[in-house]
């Protein structure tokens, strides 16, 4: 004699098979979205040494250029004497 689960045990069983695929399959699609993500990434790491290299050559390599308004300054030197060495704390 066959033994049979119940059509309500069949259900769930087939409903909890179902999510389980899809959640593997949801895993697999984000994975996949990672790894082209992480490629984006390389590839404007690799576009922003350029532009700064250009831009480098260009205005100086101590240039300062503002996002907002595209303004180039150069940046500010500390003068030999201007800094002075804090003293050790006290215990």
Do not use: W
Not at 10 to 18: A, F
Not at 20 to 34: I, P, R, Y
Not at 67 to 74: A, M, Q
């Amino acid at each position: 004699m066959e033994k049979k689960i119940s059509e309500k045990e069949l259900e769930n069983l087939q409903k909890l098979t179902g999510e389980f695929n899809s959640a593997k399959t949801q895993l697999g699609d984000l994975t996949l979205q990672k790894h082209l993500i992480c490629a984006k990434v390389d590839e404007l790491r690799t576009e922003f040494r350029e532009m700064e290299a250009e831009l480098s050559k260009t205005y100086g390599e101590d240039a300062v250029i503002n996002l907002e308004t595209g303004i180039v300054t150069k940046k500010e030197k500390e003068a030999a004497g201007d800094s002075t060495p804090e003293a050790p704390a006290k215990k």
